[in-house]
């Protein structure tokens, strides 16, 4: 078990230089946490916020994916932008991303109803792989196995939303640099950061006075092979309790449950059910999104 566990480790850290096409971290509730993914969205909302998010991705096995993240965004006081910035982790068994991003945005009309925000946004990663955690049975270089290999990398990201009560959509590129990444002293080589694209979109069904329905997808990867997609369908009440179900492209289902309390405490909660043949090895995938809501000044 052990080994099959590390084999499938030492395949997402290639995934993550570059080696395979997904290098950014997957959310299920991507649509509460959209200014990680794109930094137009600062300044959108004529509030404050924090959002924090943690996914706990296969559980069961051995040094599962972990990502945490908390952001901090909103408004400019008298003008049309916004500004903000969070930080993440992300590890995968030996490997580690751990990043600070700054994002700054602005936010045009282009009519009565709907407007256009444009963001770009600048960070700082250092990228680790502690070559002691590696299993020795599938490592040929043993020096590796005594090193603790960091690096320092620049990046920036761009992002548009086009939005209105009813509607928006998103588009946005993350890794713009397509930086390399130097492991263990360039003993494996040069692995280049990809740049990443993220299309979201959702359109919200006024059933009632108390009931939305809200389908959205989002489509992400890297153009034009490593492309997925989500797909899901959320139902919401008085604007405090929602279910929705969701569906990633050969990878899993997802079941989310949520609540808000006055449209300024936020809890969410999913679960990923595994579709491929990685879900005999582990229970599950669970997320959880909590956010809070302050200084109304627009």
Same mark, same amino acid.
């Given at each position: ?14 995934g ?33 916020q ?19 993240? =908390?952001?901090?965004?909103?408004? #400019?006081?008298?003008?049309?932008m ?14 580690? !991303? ?12 282009i009519?009565?109803? &709907? ?16 070559g ?25 990201? &761009? ?30 080589g ?5 740049? #990443? ?14 009931? =939305? ?34 569906? !990633? ?34 229970t599950?995938?669970h ?9 109304d000044?627009?």
């Open positions: 078990m052990r080994r099959v566990t590390y084999i499938i480790l030492l395949a997402l850290f290639a993550s230089v570059g080696l395979l096409g997904q290098q950014m971290p997957h959310y299920t509730q991507y649509m509460f946490n959209d200014f990680v993914i794109n930094p137009a969205i600062a300044g959108v909302h004529d509030f404050y924090i959002r924090t998010s943690h996914r706990f991705q296969w559980v069961g096995l051995a040094d599962p994916p972990l990502t945490n993240s =908390i952001g901090f965004y909103g408004p #400019h006081a008298n003008l049309d916004g500004y903000g910035g969070y930080v993440y982790n992300d590890v995968t068994g030996p490997t580690s !991303r751990t990043g600070i991003t700054g994002s700054y945005a602005y936010n045009i009309a009519n009565n109803d &709907i407007r256009l925000s444009m963001g770009i946004s600048a960070s700082m990663m250092q990228f680790r792989i502690d002691t955690q590696l299993n020795p049975k599938i490592v040929s270089d043993e020096s590796i196995l005594q090193v603790v290999s960091a690096s320092y990398l620049p990046d920036a990201g &761009i992002g548009v939303y086009l939005y209105a009560e009813e509607f928006y959509v998103g588009l946005s590129a993350a890794q713009l640099l397509n930086n390399n990444i130097k492991i263990f002293d360039n003993k494996n040069l692995n280049r950061l990809k740049t #990443h694209i993220n299309l979201t979109g959702a359109y919200r069904f006024q059933v009632d006075a108390d009931w =939305i329905i809200e389908p959205s997808v989002m489509i992400k990867g890297t153009a034009p092979k490593e492309l997925s997609f989500d797909l899901t369908a959320k139902t919401e009440w008085k604007k405090m309790v929602w279910g929705a179900v969701s569906y !990633r492209y050969h990878e899993a289902i997802g079941i989310l449950l949520g609540y808000s309390y006055e449209e300024t405490l936020f809890f969410g909660y999913a679960y990923d059910i595994g579709i491929t043949s990685l879900r005999k090895y582990n599950g995938t997320e959880i999104m909590i956010g809070y809501r302050f200084n000044i627009k």
